[in-house]
């Protein structure tokens, strides 16, 4: 979907760009990305569609919030195996399952490892040409959301020991002997922790076809009796499953099992699985999942209830 041309004007350069504005504004606005980092992003995808991989942009944008997070961490994987060089055995400690499946083609690392000279210089030719002329606006609108927001933040000055301690005087002053009440009662106890921060994604290798049982008799032997719930991939009996939702009793475990790194790499019977914490970001309505995923992709790709 690039185009570099000079002679049109800004409002036709973005009619033609709508689709990849609109991705880049989920990526900004709704999933609150780097507005920076994510016109890479968006680059190293329009540049997979020069090569022959077709329609990558419109089909992210028909996906649920959280794949086009997972979709979008995948492309900056793939970005540091252009910029950085790395050798094929430290590209084996990553994985790329869900970019896999959505070109509907072979892809992996060593692609952009064997091909990251025209990687570098392709990138950076669609940065120039086509996204800063494209989203320059809508990274102005997120840029400034942001800082209106770390404002916001920081004017919470007061520190909440300082708050706790007013809120006990103002309770007492109010309710006399009453207020003692009031204040055990706002202070003991353990409220419920949403199941948001106790969930655990997890992505598959395409070809290496992880069960269900599987993921639970691993988790459960290494970590005990810690899963509430988990929540594989909605696919066809013939098909693979690429990832998982696993919910936790307690948010300790699944801290004790990521052991407090963003993304960790286990074997289970000799295939890799990769978790990471379930982020919803900001916007936690955009974290619910549709019941079906478009039909284009060769797997469906929603989560049993």
Not at 49 to 58: P, R
Not at 96 to 102: D, N, R, T
Not at 157 to 169: D, E, G, N, R
């Amino acid at each position: 979907m690039a185009s570099s041309s000079s002679f049109v004007s800004q409002e036709e350069f973005h009619i033609f760009h709508s689709i990849d504005r609109e991705l880049y504004t989920i990526l900004v606005m709704n999933l609150w990305r780097d507005p920076v980092e994510s016109i890479q992003v968006m680059a190293l995808w329009l540049w997979l569609e020069k090569l022959g991989f077709d329609n990558v942009v419109k089909k992210m944008t028909s996906l649920p919030y959280i794949l086009i997070n997972e979709l979008a961490d995948e492309a900056i994987i793939c970005l540091n195996c252009i910029h950085r060089n790395l050798t094929s055995s430290s590209s084996e400690n990553y994985d790329i399952p869900l970019l896999q499946v959505l070109v509907e083609k072979e892809i992996s690392l060593p692609f952009f490892l064997d091909d990251r000279l025209n990687g570098i210089a392709g990138v950076a030719k669609i940065v120039n040409d086509v996204c800063i002329r494209a989203f320059s606006d809508i990274m102005q609108k997120a840029i400034e959301r942001n800082a209106a927001q770390s404002l916001a933040e920081s004017q919470m000055v007061m520190p909440s020991s300082i708050q706790q301690s007013l809120a006990v005087h103002s309770g007492l002053h109010l309710l006399g002997a009453a207020g003692g009440d009031l204040i055990h009662q706002q202070t003991s106890g353990n409220p419920e922790i949403p199941a948001d921060d106790r969930t655990m994604f997890v992505t598959f290798s395409k070809g290496y076809p992880v069960q269900e049982w599987e993921v639970r008799e691993f988790i459960t032997r290494s970590y005990g009796d810690c899963i509430e719930s988990l929540h594989m991939q909605e696919v066809q009996p013939h098909e693979q499953a690429l990832f998982a939702r696993i919910v936790f009793h307690k948010a300790s475990a699944m801290e004790m099992i990521l052991g407090g790194i963003g993304k960790v790499k286990f074997t289970i019977n000799g295939k890799h699985v990769w978790a990471r914490k379930f982020v919803p970001k900001r916007n936690k309505s955009s974290s619910l999942l549709p019941s079906l995923m478009p039909s284009h992709l060769p797997a469906g790709t929603s989560f049993r209830p």
